[in-house]
């Protein structure tokens, strides 16, 4: 099992995405291949030191003459390249990222119509064709971005002066959920293109998975920075073959709240996200009975969350534990079919594995064997533990 964890200190461009790959081992001729042949540029890869750091340095060569594309222009190149399966995919999907990104940004829903500007040239092409291919050799089970450093002030583009992180760029890690903080450096450190790599190919982590590092890689940016300007890559070895998450413990105390109330607040945090709800009886001063609520959320649902909290309950507020990593068995639901009685029925199991595929669990869902024990008279109990073990028999 290895891993890709994306440590943009620096910023990320797709330039510094694909050097800090071919850093870690990806096929330089491979990739220099691939992306010659299906863009309209060249590509050169050096080595260069960026203040004190040794990176790889590759540079886009790109027609003397280039015009903007619209976003179908960059679907049909991507579709005739020829590219191998997986990276054709990848590098459309990326692509899609940008474009939704600024149809939402400028108001423009028909992304048949969209133009490109900056990510429309060839380089853009050429970086997210090449760190798609880059990126997938590597084959790396997971791949996870820290924190990424955005920069700060304003920039100069087609449509003038814009803040940090660019309108599009902040869409972007929106939409993709990746952790992001302003830097103290007046310059733009990711852009548009880096942004929707990342987004793609990465989850965010709040910093680095546990594991043994068995390589490292750099990217060099473009810009002299008084820090060296380059992303960091490492593969590593995860200590578990269980499943990094990021989560948030939220908790308050309630003490004059009715049993119905606390029991109508746990099924709506569960509808709003919440990956677990715990309500616990407990003892206040002056002997006050009450109860502690405990929530367990993603930190992007915790202010919501909080907010449901406070409303319910009347809580002057609610404790949020920082975000913290968890370790957990990847989980889906599969549907199958159990014989009871010359009857045959339908019920959803849970399937727990852990990041090799390895079966860790199989649990059926409750409220499916509990309509079925009341139609065919078997305890629910018995119900469940059929469903369990067809299920063992079908994904052991």
């Known amino acids: 099992m290895k891993s890709l964890v994306f440590n943009p200190f620096s910023g990320a461009a797709g330039d510094m995405i694909l050097g800090c790959a071919l850093d870690l081992g990806a096929d330089r001729g491979e990739v220099k291949e691939l992306i010659e042949s299906s863009a309209p540029v060249s ?6 030191v960026k203040k004190g750091i040794k990176a790889l340095d590759v540079r ?5 003459k280039e015009y903007f594309r619209t976003y179908p222009e ?7 390249s020829k590219l191998p399966s997986k990276v054709e995919a990848s590098a459309l999907d990326i692509f899609l990222k940008m474009a939704e990104a600024e149809a939402a940004v400028h108001g423009q829903p028909d992304l048949e119509k969209l133009h490109f500007h900056e990510v429309g040239q060839s380089d853009a092409l050429a970086d997210v064709i090449g760190s798609s291919a880059a990126i997938h050799s590597l084959n790396c089970d997971s791949v996870y971005c ?7 002030g304003t920039i100069e583009c087609a449509h003038g002066t814009l803040p940090v992180p660019a309108p599009a760029t902040l869409e972007i890690l929106r939409r993709g959920k990746l952790y992001f903080r302003g830097g103290n450096v007046n310059k733009e450190l990711l852009t548009p293109t880096g942004a929707a790599i990342l987004a793609h190919f990465a989850k965010p982590v709040d910093n680095f998975p546990q594991g043994r590092a068995v390589a490292i890689g750099y990217g060099a940016g473009d810009a002299e920075l008084q820090g060296p300007n380059v992303l960091q890559g490492v593969l590593i070895e995860p200590d578990s073959h269980l499943v990094p998450d990021i989560i948030e413990v939220l908790e308050t105390n309630a003490d004059d709240v009715s049993g119905e109330v606390l029991g109508n607040l746990f099924e709506e945090l569960l509808s709003m996200g919440a990956r677990d709800v715990a309500i616990m009886p407990a003892t206040m001063k002056k ?5 502690i609520i405990k929530v367990i959320a993603k930190p ?3 202010a919501k969350l909080a907010r449901k909290i406070i409303v319910e309950t009347g809580s002057l507020g609610v404790r949020v534990m920082p975000a913290r990593h968890r370790l957990t068995a990847s989980r889906n639901i599969e549907r199958i079919k159990i014989d009871l009685e010359g009857q045959e029925f339908e019920t959803a199991v849970k399937i727990a594995r852990d990041s090799e595929g390895v079966l860790l669990n ?21 119900v469940m533990r059929r469903a369990e073990e067809a299920a063992r028999k079908l994904f052991s």
């Not at 590509?43 to 260069?48: P, Q, Y």
């Not at 002997?287 to 109860?291: M, V």
């Not at 199989?362 to 018995?382: H, L, M, N, W, Y």
């Open 43 to 48: 590509m050169d890869i050096r080595e260069v």
């Open 287 to 291: 002997g006050r009975p009450a109860h």
């Open 300 to 302: 992007e649902d915790s």
């Open 60 to 64: 886009i060569n790109v027609p003397e």
């Open 362 to 382: 199989i649990s059926a869902e409750f409220e499916d064997c509990k309509k079925i024990a009341k139609t065919s008279g078997v305890p629910v109990r018995e």
């Open 74 to 80: 960059i679907v049909d190149l991507v579709k005739a």
């Open 146 to 152: 820290t924190p990424i450093n955005v920069g700060s």
